[in-house]
Structures are given as structure tokens and as C-alpha cells.
């Protein structure tokens, strides 16, 4: 099938690391994909990682994949309040490059 | 703003009544990607078009559902007798070839059917 996987809720505690995990279906997908969703605004892509890699570090922000388990992670470091949103992985199809998306993390950060 | 740009941001529409949705791309990128997403749900992925040719369209978009691209450049999404199911933001995405990496989606357009 075209589903990915998320856990619907984390909470965390401010200056926590959070954890989101993902997981995928197709293995021949290029590029994955976490994008951030605020209330009532738009997506925003975080960061991505090409299928090729294990690992990328952007800032707070580091992306873990596990191609053989199809497993995606997202861990932000030192997390604020600001953090908190709606969090969706996507993976990237080769052939028509359309996404397909999780159905969210809704990450909570409490002061 | 060189963004993808979309309109209206806000549709209200009674039910049965047809609706249509405008998305200009960014000028340079030939393919573009139309997604719905409700509430609590990931965005759900519609159609694309690269340059004027429809190349796929998901089982999601019933017959009601039409979009067109007719010059390569912008592209709209019209949906005929609006039923309350199709209450969602609709997105609009473009990006460049096979290659790049990443889609530029824009701010969408939120449609209720009362």
C-alpha cells in the first residue's frame, strides 16, 4: 500500500530532545522529507535526506534513516515552545515525484 | 513574491454549487501537484501536471473533479455540485524536473460546503 506511518502525539518538556518517527513503504522512493505545520498556516519544509544517506545534521534538527527498516526519524535538540506543530514525514515517489505524506505528529512542548 | 500562489485563500460555498480554484507555480518549474488535506490528516496527493499534460490522477478525484494546466503555467482545480466531504484545504505544489528535490507548496485554499 501508499500508507506512512506516524504516532499521532509527543510531549515534551522545553530544552528536551523530541523524537518523531516515521515510517515508509516504497524503497525505491528518492528523497524523504519532514515538513512542519503550524495552526492555519501552510507547510513548511524542515529538512530532507536523500534515500542514499543514513544520516544528516542541519542545525537543532537530525534526520536518521534506516533504509533497510524503512524507518525515518526526526530529532530536534533543545526544543522550544516555538516547536510546537504538526509534524509530517513524506517520502518522495522516483517515477512522478508526487509526495506521500504521514498523517502527522502533533509535537506539544510544555514551558 | 516568487512563491507558489494561490486563490482565493477562503471559499465558502453552499452545497451542489461548483467551485474553482486558481494556482499559479513558481515561473520556471514545469511540473505541478495538486493535494487535499482535511482535518487531522496528512495532505493527500490529487494529481500533476508536467508542463500541460495531466500525467496521473489519484482515485480521490471522482468525476466532479477536474483540473487543467492549459499552457504550462497555472492550473485550476474546479469541483462540480459540492457535497460537504469535499470541505478541506486544498494545496498546490510545483517543482522543477525529476530531479529536484524539493516541492514549493502554497498557502492553499480552504474550502467549507455548508
Known amino acids: 500500500g501508499e500508507d506512512v506511518e506516524q504516532s499521532l502525539f509527543l510531549s515534551v518538556r522545553e530544552g528536551d530532545s523530541s523524537v518523531i518517527n516515521c515510517t515508509y513503504t516504497?524503497?525505491?522512493?528518492?528523497?524523504l522529507y519532514w515538513y512542519k505545520q503550524e495552526p492555519g498556516a501552510g507547510l513548511q519544509l524542515l529538512t530532507y535526506?536523500?534515500?542514499?544517506?543514513d544520516m544528516k545534521q542541519d542545525q537543532r534538527l537530525t534526520v536518521l534513516l534506516n533504509k533497510k527498516d524503512k524507518h525515518l526519524s526526526l530529532r530536534i535538540a533543545d526544543t522550544q515552545t516555538g516547536d510546537s506543530a504538526i509534524y509530517f514525514c513524506?517520502?518522495?515517489?522516483?517515477?512522478?515525484?508526487?509526495?506521500?505524506f504521514g498523517q502527522g505528529t502533533t509535537l506539544q512542548v510544555k514551558p | 513574491d516568487t512563491g507558489v500562489s494561490q486563490d482565493p485563500r477562503h471559499k465558502i460555498t453552499k452545497r451542489g454549487q461548483n467551485v474553482t480554484f486558481r494556482c499559479d507555480p513558481i515561473?520556471?518549474?514545469?511540473?505541478l501537484y495538486w493535494y487535499r488535506q482535511t482535518l487531522g490528516q496528512g495532505p493527500e496527493f490529487l494529481t500533476y501536471?508536467?508542463?500541460?499534460?495531466?500525467?496521473?490522477k489519484s482515485r480521490l478525484l471522482s468525476d466532479r473533479f477536474s483540473a487543467e494546466r492549459p499552457k504550462g503555467s497555472f492550473s485550476t482545480l474546479e469541483i462540480q455540485r459540492t457535497e460537504q466531504g469535499d470541505s478541506a484545504m486544498y494545496l498546490c505544489?510545483?517543482?522543477?524536473?525529476?530531479?529536484?528535490?524539493?516541492?514549493?507548496f502554497g498557502q492553499g485554499t480552504r474550502l467549507t460546503v455548508v
Open positions: 505544489a510545483s517543482s522543477v524536473g525529476e530531479m529536484n528535490t524539493e516541492a514549493f
Open positions: 516504497d524503497s525505491s522512493s528518492t528523497y
Open positions: 535526506i536523500f534515500s542514499n544517506m
Open positions: 513524506a517520502e518522495k515517489r522516483a517515477d512522478t515525484g508526487k509526495l506521500i
Open positions: 515561473s520556471e518549474h514545469n511540473r
Open positions: 501536471f508536467q508542463n500541460e499534460a495531466q500525467l496521473e
